[in-house]
């Protein structure tokens, strides 16, 4: 069976991908422009982990993808860090086509065999920021808000089709997101989480695949993955 992993060149979504490869999934990765990084991703799972791996930029087109896709992970996204006076419209446009039209074209695609085969797992990959919001961050903080809310709609109307639908509300996570903070900033940031800590790609990677592997959710779950944030 194939899992779909969107912004899978980095981050996050890179380490989705080595721990389903690691479990022998067949996986579609994705990546906005980074193909060259994303082929050395790929190049490296086929060799470590004897799988199938397929990559392409930007939207997936339907014809493109193979019948038994199991999994899909809406992984890709933008963050932006400004004030909302400060905020271009062609910024907000971007953040806004990476964060819900990606998700909603690719999701399209991808729906469209799950309903077919009467099963899968659609796994949204969303931010606290989502449901309590976070300064200097509105834009990012509504698309995901637009996430969650996206979320527990397709669960109710891909239920009958034996499609789960869930989202993860991740906390501090040590990728490029965050790399507006340094210095001091990130110190103090970093002092007021749980632990004292970011988690890495890698650590929740691990939980999203656990959860989802063993069925540890309810359809519609908006799943809160908070080391600490308020």
């Not at 493109?64 to 933008?78: E, F, R, S, T, W």
């Not at 909302?84 to 964060?99: A, M, P, R, V």
């Not at 509504?142 to 891909?158: P, V, W």
């Not at 749980?194 to 929740?204: I, P």
Request: net charge negative; proline share 0%; glycine share 8%.
């Amino acid at each position: 069976m194939h899992v779909v992993i969107t912004g899978s060149s980095r981050g996050i979504g890179k380490a989705l991908a080595y721990k389903f490869a690691q479990h022998k999934y067949d996986l579609i990765l994705t990546c906005e422009k980074n193909i060259d990084l994303l082929n050395e991703v790929k190049i490296d799972i086929e060799q470590k982990f004897e799988v199938k791996v397929h990559i392409y930029t930007g939207v997936i087109n339907e014809e493109c993808l193979p019948d038994d896709i199991y999994i899909l992970i809406n992984n890709a996204g933008k963050s932006n860090y400004q004030l909302i006076q400060d905020i271009s419209y062609e910024e907000y446009k971007n953040i806004i086509y990476s964060n819900l039209d990606y998700t909603f074209l690719t999701t399209k695609s991808v729906s469209k065999k799950m309903i077919k085969n009467k099963q899968g797992v659609i796994v949204n990959i969303s931010s606290i920021w989502g449901i309590i919001g976070a300064s200097m961050e509105s834009i990012y903080s509504m698309t995901k808000g637009g996430i969650n809310a996206f979320t527990k709609s397709l669960a109710k109307e891909l239920q009958e089709s034996g499609i789960d639908v869930i989202a993860f509300a991740l906390g501090a996570v040590d990728t490029d997101m965050n790399n507006h903070l340094t210095g001091t900033d990130r110190a103090d940031f970093i002092r007021k989480l749980d632990g004292g800590k970011m988690w890495t790609s890698e650590e929740v990677a691990d939980k999203i695949h656990n959860i989802v592997t063993m069925k540890r959710y309810t359809t519609g779950d908006i799943i809160e993955l908070n080391n600490g944030l308020k």
